[in-house]
Structure formats: structure tokens, C-alpha cells
């Protein structure tokens, strides 16, 4: 099990190592910060003064190796754009988009395994149908659509939720990100009820839940027991790409629902080039999504033992 | 039961209200202005700083602006408005000396009167290179600039507090210096507050403005308040004004249209439409009369624009009318540099650039391709959406007449580095938003002393020791008249050579509620809300 772990710690390490040195070469030589930030009204001198005063004059290779023991001494610089400190714009951010992905999260779990195990026992009927079209549309529809979509129908013509926004105290943040974590999590139910309802249905075929039934367990038990503790397995593997897909999707969703997150930083950072922000959401932004992958690795070792010792 | 789900999706959809297609509420129907309410802004963009020598984007300035009382302003008319100053500066009789009275009764939101020392302070805070203010090296004509920017001198030689005045002395004449007085970075401050706060400062500074900072919650909202103790007795009228960052301009749309934003200044082409069509909307929406100019910049260093006749071709191939109406009434057309309001623009101006193909071609003619030009000339875009469309339109009308274009696309930040730097860019579109509103801020964009290796000024690197000429002696021209005529003259060189071929003024719709009373928009304010008044309760109409 160390061995295992080790060596997937190892793995994720490298990743992390490889995402941050490819975007810190792409951010070098996608434009000049210091045009980005001053603006086309700045002067010759002024430019000057800000490539030096952040250490943009160096030569790249000083600047990599600056970056890199940033990361680990985290001393993350601060904002081009505005002054902060990027630990504390971090610091801000990431607790609203965990929120928010939290939410999508449960949303995707809860509704993509009913709709799953609805399917599956409906099999062929209205509610096989209706989570075939949902399936449909979730996979295929894009997020910015989908999240116009909800807030101009549920906020605007509805006035049931606001129009985006962040509200203040916690009930009304959660009040606020319904709409966001819904449009987040569209894609994610489809992909669960698709998923659980096959497994649900190759399961609830096999030779184990006949024995079980003939047995006398009740339809319910054998549901339980049987079908849908076998359909988790890769529903726990797919934890780790519904992590990656929530960070990804946040940039966008943030942005239509103006959810004051990290997603919404990035576009703002990557459009004014504000470097320091724009690679420490790059390391944190990768790391949560390597920490997700491992520990749904983990977690499938722990379930099936041919993975563990692969 | 597939037909029951149907239905029952039949009944949701149907029984559900209609998007609004006017206004949600309406005032109470008081046409008096009463104090009160809370006015709800939001923007996409984040407020970069509070800090007034520092800030050059158009939403800080806008929060700064609430927040600070600055040394000027300027009246919807474009005239210069004392504010901090009691009185319009009286200038010397050799125009060298600038002396502007202060107001012996304005407070800080800390309770501290403002005196001619924070005005002094504020200048040379603005001139200190470590501040990075961008607007410094427009103070250059200022006695003693060079050596204080060079730290030879504590202090700036040339302003001095004397009494309950500033006085502000030049090395030369320079007749925009009154404008360059009226300029926001001037805005006073308290040295104690600076020297408390650090880097702070910009982030909750004390202030001498109608409203005072309650919080700013970075990313998300600041709230902010009346002062009581603001010096023009009875303003503001609202008690709290909170602005939202971030807030995209589609869902700001939205949310304008719902009635939970009560000002809306950036709209897309079809949010644009849909209010300028609905007869519910029209009465609550003014164009935003802003002073800029915006072009075809052809690079006079690289072939083929380096003949004025191919310059020439492509400024008559431009249907401005055509481009006008692509962007749903947002650009009002234009065939000179200087717009409307500004000195020595002339409606009738004899070399104005017009849309004329059959003369394009003649052109062409002229500079040596009758058939049009053999090779395709190069156009950067940048990626901001109207760059994009700007390129489309530009390819069409000039292939009409014989100019191949290809657009390269590039990042917003490579456009911005790239069309300043010499020998770089056949061609771009690109604009110019008054710093100031005098004639001197828009022509000297073409003046060859601008010309630099990177970071040029004159980024289309047009030469003309004529037009270099009659800047330099419109700049010291008392004379108002004879001054407006050389600018007019020098307005006429350029639209004939075509360095740029313009194409508009920006006009862009601003919309509020109506139950926002006294907002107008206003040419170099972006939220002018100082008169604003809410006519509350407001009552649901749709």
C-alpha cells in the first residue's frame, strides 16, 4: 500500500511540476505585462519602470527558477493589476468556489444517481426517457448556454433566484450559487445517470442479484445491496474527472453568474496578464485536481484490490 | 403517462410570466427631489485602485470620483468647473504663471480641513516617479519637473502654496495647461492618510467626496455612503450607492431588466437593439456623448502606405454609414480627428475624408495600381469582439475597391506592444480617448517627435515638420481664435494625408430605471451620480 502511494504521490508531483512549467512558458511569451497593465498610454520610461520594479527584465530561466521556489516557499508576489497579495486573493477566492463546487457536486451525486437508479428499474419507460433526454441535453448543451438559459429563465422571467451575484452571509451565498451549481452540475448528472444506470442494469442481470432474489431479499435490498453498491465503483473513479470538470467549468460559470470565485479571477488575471495571479491559480487550480485524481485512485485501491497491486 | 409529462411541462411553460418587455417598476411620481434610497452600479470590470494620482481606468476613476472631490471638473457643456478651487485659474500676463484660489471650506471624510497644502502635496505626489502615475510627463512644461522627477529637489521649483492659493509656474507657454488642471490625478489628498496607510491608501482612502467608503468586499461590492459633510449643501441625494465587480455585461443586462440594477452603461449590439426598440425603454436612455475618435491606422513607414494616395484610397473606401449601423447605432460617423466638442473641429471641413469608391480608385490610380493593389496588406486585430468585427467590415468595402485585406489575430496585450513598436504593423484599428479636452491631446498622436522604436506615440509613424510646426505654435497661441484656426488647419493636414482614415465617434446608449431621476450622462464622467435622486417607493408595473 506505501509503495502504491508513494508512487502515485510521485506521479501527481510530476504533473503538477509539468502543468506549471508549460503555462509559465506559455504566459512569457503570450505578451508584455507591463503593456497589459499600464495600458497604451504609458510611457517608454514607465514600461521600464515596471519591468523592473517585477523582475520582468530578467532573463526567462532566472524568472522560472524565481517562480518555482515561490511555489514552495509560498511567497506568491502580489497582483499586478491591483497590489494585493496573492495568497490573499487565493485565500479569498478559493473558499467561494469550493462552495460553489461543493454544491454542483452534491447537486451531481444526488440527481444523476436518482436519475440513474430511476432508469434502470424504469427500464424502457417514461423515466428511462426522460433521463435519456436530460442525459442529451447535458452532455451536449455548453455551459455558457445552459447558464444564460437558467438565469434568464429561473431569475429574469420566473424571479425565483437572483441574477447572479454573491449576496452577504452564508445562507445567501448558498441561496446565490443554486443556479450556478446547477448549470455546473448539468453535465455531471447526465454523465452519473448514464453511467449508474448501465452498471445498475448489468448488474441487476448477473447471475449474484438472480441468487439474491431467489433468495427472498426484498426488490429494494437487492437494489441496494446488490446493484448499486457494485455500480459505485466507477462512479467513485468518476469523482476524479467530475473535480477536473468543476474547476474547468467554474471559469465560465463564474463568469455568467458573477460569482466572485477563482474561475472568474482567472479570466480576469488572464486578460490584464497579471502573471503572480494568473500562475498561482494555475498551481492551485492543478493541484486540486491532482489531489481529486489521487484520492479517487485511493479510493478505487481501496475497493478493488487489483488495482492496489497492479 | 408521457402525455401527462408533457402537459404538466405544457402548464410550467404556460402559466409562467413573460420576460418584461419594459421596465419592471416605476417611480412614485414625485418630481422633487428627496434624499434617500440606494443606487445599485455593477460593471465587469474590478475597481484597480481608490487611489486618484494612480488611477487611469475608466471604473476607478468612476469610484474615485464619488469618493474625492477633485481640483476641477468639467460641466456637460466640456467648460471647466472650479470644485476644490473657489474660482478659474487666473493665468500671468506672460501665460507662464498658473494661480488657482482653494476653498477654504471642504473637509476630509475625517474631519480635517483641506488646505492649499494638500493640493501641493497631491501634485508632486502625482509627479513622483514611484507613485507611477501615467498622466506625470503631461506635467512637463512645470518649473522644475526634471529635477524633482530626477530626485535633485525635494520639491517641485515650480508650485508653491502662497496663502490660500496654489500657484503653478511653466518654463513655457503652453495653453492646454488649464485643461491639464481640470485632470483627475490632481485630485487632493491627505498626506497623513497616505503616510498611514501604505499601499492601503488606495484601497480605503479617506476622501473629501460626496460619498465616503463603508466597505469594499475586493471582487464582489463596495458599499459606500452619503457624507454628511459634503460642501454643496443638500447633495448627495442617496444615502448608500453599492457598485458590483465583476458582474459580466450579459448579466448585468439581465439584471437591469429585472430591476436590480439600476444604471446600465455597457450593453451588447443586441441588448442595444432591444432597448433602443422598445417604446417602454426609449424615454429612460441617453447616448453617452464621449470624446474620442476612432481609425484605420496605416503604418506611413511600410509600403504601400508609405504613398498618401494608397492612405488616401482606403480613407474614401470606408463606408462609415455601413459600419455604423453594424454596430446597432453605437459609432456616430466621422471623417476628421477631432470630434464635435472639441476646438477646430469643422463640419465642413475641406479635406474631411468621406465614403467615395469611385474616388478610392482613383486613387489607386494615382499612387500607380489602376487595377488595385497586387500584394494583400495586413490588418491586426486584437481579440476584443469589436476589433473582430471592425476587421470584417474593413476587409469588405476594401476589396470593393481593390485592397486585399488579411486580418492576423492576436492577444489583446501583443496588439497593444506591437502597434507601438516601429516597422512592426501594416495596419489596426484603433482610437484615442481624450486625456484632456483640448485639441493638442488628439494631434499630438501624429506629431513626428512622438515617433519612438517601442512604445510609440505615433503609432501610424506619420512624418510632417508642417503639421509639427503648427502644433507648436497653436500650443502657445493666446489668442482663442487664431488658436482654434491652426488646430482646424492642422485637423485638415491630417484628414487629407490619411496617416488614419477615421471612421466614428463612439456614442454609446446609457439606460437607467425610471425611477433613477437626474442621471444624464455625461461626456468625460462614466457615472455622473452626484444629482441622482430616487423617486421611492418604486411600484411594480410588469
Known sequence: VTRFLVRRLAWALFVLWLVVSAVFMLVHVVGDPAVATLGEKASGQQIAQFRAQHGLDRPLGERYVTYLTSLITLELGSSYQDGRAVTDLIATRLPRTVLLGGMALAIELLLGLGLGVLAAVQRGRWADTLASMIGLVGISAPTFVTGLLFLGYFAVRLNWFPVGGYGAGFWEHVWHAFLPALTLAITGIATYARVVRGELLEALDSDYVRTARAKGLGPFRVLLAHGLRNALVPVVVMLGVSLRVLVSGAIVTETIFAWPGMGRLAVESIGGLDLPVVMALVFVASAIVQLGSLLADLAVAALDPRVRDA | ?542
Open chain 2, 1 to 542: 403517462m408521457r402525455w401527462i409529462l408533457a402537459a404538466s411541462a405544457f402548464l410550467v411553460l404556460a402559466g409562467c410570466p413573460a420576460m418584461p418587455d419594459g421596465p419592471r417598476y416605476r417611480g412614485h411620481g414625485s418630481d422633487t427631489p428627496r434624499h434617500g434610497g440606494t443606487l445599485m452600479l455593477a460593471d465587469e470590470s474590478r475597481v484597480r485602485t481608490l487611489d486618484p494620482q494612480v488611477a487611469t481606468d475608466t471604473v476607478s476613476q468612476a469610484l474615485i470620483e464619488m469618493l474625492f472631490e477633485p481640483l476641477y471638473a468639467y460641466d456637460h457643456a466640456m467648460n471647466l468647473v472650479p470644485r476644490v478651487a473657489s474660482a478659474l485659474p487666473e493665468v500671468s500676463s506672460d501665460g507662464l504663471a498658473f494661480t488657482v484660489p482653494i476653498r477654504g471650506d471642504i473637509h476630509f471624510h475625517s474631519g480635517r480641513l483641506l488646505t492649499p497644502d494638500d493640493v501641493v502635496y497631491a501634485f508632486e505626489r502625482m509627479l513622483q516617479p514611484e507613485t507611477g502615475s501615467s498622466a506625470a510627463p503631461l506635467y512637463a512644461a512645470i518649473d522644475g519637473f526634471a529635477e524633482f522627477r530626477a530626485k535633485k529637489s525635494p520639491h517641485v521649483r515650480g508650485i508653491r502654496r502662497r496663502g490660500d492659493q496654489v500657484e503653478i509656474r511653466l518654463t513655457r507657454p503652453d495653453q492646454s495647461f488649464v485643461h491639464l488642471l481640470g485632470m483627475r490625478v490632481l485630485t487632493p489628498v491627505a498626506r497623513e492618510n497616505v503616510a498611514a496607510l501604505g499601499a492601503d491608501f488606495a484601497r480605503r482612502p479617506d476622501g473629501t467626496g460626496p460619498f465616503r467608503l463603508v466597505s469594499w468586499d475586493a471582487g464582489v461590492r463596495l458599499v459606500l455612503e452619503r457624507n454628511p459633510g459634503y460642501h454643496q449643501k443638500g447633495l448627495p441625494y442617496l444615502d448608500r450607492v453599492i457598485y458590483q465587480e465583476g458582474v459580466s455585461s450579459d448579466t448585468a443586462f439581465l439584471r437591469f431588466r429585472n430591476g436590480q440594477l439600476d444604471v446600465v452603461t455597457r450593453m451588447t449590439p443586441a441588448d442595444r437593439a432591444l432597448l433602443t426598440g422598445s417604446s417602454k425603454w426609449r424615454p429612460f436612455m441617453q447616448r453617452s456623448p464621449t470624446i474620442d475618435v476612432w481609425a484605420l491606422f496605416m503604418n506611413c513607414e511600410i509600403a504601400p502606405f508609405t504613398n498618401v494616395h494608397v492612405r488616401r484610397a482606403v480613407a474614401f473606401a470606408i463606408d462609415r454609414e455601413r459600419w455604423a449601423k453594424a454596430r446597432s447605432g453605437s459609432l456616430a460617423p466621422t471623417g476628421q480627428m477631432l470630434p464635435p466638442a472639441i476646438m477646430g473641429y469643422d463640419a465642413n471641413l475641406p479635406n474631411q475624408q468621406r465614403f467615395d469608391p469611385e474616388q478610392a480608385k482613383r486613387e489607386l490610380a494615382l499612387a500607380g495600381y489602376p487595377d488595385g493593389l497586387p500584394e494583400p496588406v495586413t490588418m491586426w486585430v486584437s481579440d476584443q469582439p469589436k476589433a473582430r468585427i471592425y476587421g470584417a467590415l474593413a476587409q469588405a468595402d476594401l476589396a470593393k475597391v481593390g485592397i486585399q485585406v488579411e486580418l492576423k489575430p492576436v492577444s489583446f496585450p501583443i496588439y497593444l506592444a506591437s502597434t507601438a513598436t516601429r516597422g512592426r504593423v501594416q495596419m489596426f484599428a484603433g482610437g484615442w480617448i481624450m486625456d484632456y479636452p483640448d485639441p493638442s491631446n488628439f494631434l499630438a498622436l501624429l506629431d513626428s517627435r512622438g515617433i519612438a522604436a517601442t512604445h510609440s506615440n505615433n503609432k501610424a509613424f506619420y512624418t510632417n515638420p508642417e503639421l509639427d510646426a503648427l502644433l507648436d505654435a497653436a500650443l502657445i497661441e493666446r489668442d482663442a481664435q487664431k488658436r482654434a484656426a491652426l488646430y482646424r488647419e492642422a485637423n485638415d493636414i491630417v484628414a487629407r494625408d490619411a496617416p488614419w482614415a477615421f471612421f466614428a465617434n463612439q456614442s454609446v446608449p446609457q439606460a437607467w430605471q425610471p425611477y433613477v431621476r437626474g442621471y444624464r450622462p455625461h461626456p468625460a464622467s462614466w457615472l455622473p451620480i452626484n444629482d441622482v435622486w430616487l423617486d421611492l417607493p418604486r411600484e411594480r408595473v410588469q
